[in-house]
């Protein structure tokens, strides 16, 4: 039998590599089932959790289903890679919020800020969100803010 030196052993490790990056992009990952077989792991990632008491106090009681400034509250996190998101919507259209501690996302420049807190938005939906509509929507979150942010403490990961 022929001995494989280094370079022999090179093609199948990135034969290997490949197929295995490959499995990750399409987002399989072994899982057992009862059986005892690997299966795919599921296509969606897991859902984040809901916010807890904590940010529920701080945003002054805000709820999914409550008005801000004329948008739906669909959902607000749990404070996740510390900031919370906040997602709105008006019939079809959707966007988020996030509100985080000032200072805590140096790299992202903040339209509006409370004492505490650092306000900041996702991708708007082309034609439905226009700059009066935008600064109401921050200022509601804002002023919601800063009834809370003086007695109530920071959430646990924000």
Known sequence: MARLGARGLLVPAVIAA????????????????????AQPASAEPPEPPAAGPEVVALLDGLRPGDALAGWEVQRIGAPRERQVRIDLRRGELEWPLWVALRGAQPDRLSPRETARYALFYGHLPDGGVDAPSLQQTLDALAARLERTEQRVPVPPGL
């Open 18 to 37: 490949v197929a295995v990056a490959d499995l990750a992009w399409r987002g399989w990952a072994p899982a057992a089932s009862s059986d005892g077989r």
